[in-house]
């Protein structure tokens, strides 16, 4: 008889880590690159969230292009970053060549004060590398009640719709919007096709891309990931539709917070480097201001409600939260030589 290599809850070959014990490790490898420890906190935590809600194209995945650019020089894993104005609604960041999550980590608490005296608040960052989902972005601020949305552009990898050369990066673009009595509802989207990070785990696991997803580097369609990693592009997703909201990102991103469009990125000087220079906006709504009542959180309730008479079984974030809540129960499952290549990277083997 075959043993059943699931008999334990486990697949052969997996391991299972806890949240905290991933985000630990994945700490002391960012410090050992260079990191400062409050940086490497931050990264941390994000891609062991990643990790742990099953977003993996922006997990653990992510660590090598991590490191590589913070090894050329490509992004400066100490910085700090400066707050530049802080009148009115708007807050205006420069992140020093650094990370935008300790940007985000900095300006926070302003926004959340902003949005509750005045309603609303912009956040504007620029000189900034962003390499994660943005779904960590605006969760936590739905949590605490308020609506938020935020985009960033990325590097040039999209052609634009009638285009024949990438222009856009995959811009992604998440909202979260507080519900009552339950978990925020919270959409992550690129506005390519699909993710680049997607193409790359695509073309490491052997498996071909969808139709009408990428062109190769002559501009002809290719399922072939690596056609279209290498000097091939992706092509935006709904045709002219999502090449318009692409570009909508890169004015928000690059034009509005003086941070580089996608076209601009050119790290050819910095062997290694992975991670888009660019910027990002974040906008902060507290979505009872100047009501009467406490409605906003009910209303969207029943929105959903509709949605779910319609026949709609899944929401935006359903997945992630179910993945969430069995990781923190019994573990996040990861292929064991993935976890053992980590451990030697923390201990600097």
């Known amino acids: 008889m075959t043993a059943n290599p699931e008999i334990f809850g486990t697949p052969r070959n997996t391991a299972t880590i806890s949240y905290g014990d991933l985000a630990e490790l994945l700490a002391t490898i960012f410090r050992h690159a260079g990191a400062s420890p409050a940086v490497a906190s931050l990264l941390a935590a994000n891609c062991a969230g990643c990790e742990r809600d099953g977003a993996t194209s922006h997990g653990v995945f992510r660590i090598p292009g991590y490191l590589a650019s913070i090894a050329s020089g490509w992004v400066d894993a100490r910085a700090e970053p400066r707050i530049e104005s802080a009148e009115g609604a708007v807050v205006r960041v420069d992140a020093m060549n650094g990370f935008a999550q300790p940007a985000l980590e900095l300006v926070t608490p302003i926004l959340i004060e902003k949005a509750a005296n005045d309603g609303i608040a912009l956040l504007s960052i620029r000189n900034s590398h962003h390499f994660s989902a943005l779904w960590p972005d605006v969760e936590p601020l739905a949590e605490a009640g308020l609506l938020a949305l935020t985009m960033v552009n990325s590097f040039a990898c999209t052609v634009p719709f009638n285009g024949h050369s990438p222009v856009f990066g995959t811009n992604p673009i998440a909202f979260a919007a507080p519900r009552a009595d339950a978990p925020p509802l919270v959409a992550d989207l690129a506005t390519s096709a699909m993710a680049n990070g997607d193409v790359q785990i695509a073309f490491r696991e052997g498996r071909s891309l969808p139709p009408g997803h990428g062109v190769d580097s002559a501009g002809r369609p290719t399922t072939d990931p690596a056609a279209v990693l ?118 600097g083997v």
């Open 230 to 347: 290498n000097g091939g592009a992706l092509l935006p997703f709904g045709g002219y539709k999502g090449s318009t909201i692409s570009m909508m990102i890169e004015i928000f991103g690059a034009a509005l917070t003086g941070g580089k469009f996608s076209f601009e990125v050119d790290w050819s000087t910095h062997s290694g480097a992975q991670t888009p220079h660019t910027g990002q906006v974040l906008i902060v709504i507290s979505p009872d201001f100047g009501r009467r009542d406490s409605s906003f959180g009910r209303r969207v309730n029943g929105l959903v409600e509709q949605l779910r008479m319609s026949g709609v079984s899944r929401l935006p974030g359903d997945r992630r939260q179910v993945t969430r809540r069995r990781s923190l129960r019994d573990g996040i499952v990861m292929p064991l030589q993935q976890l053992e290549d980590l451990r030697r990277r923390a201990d």
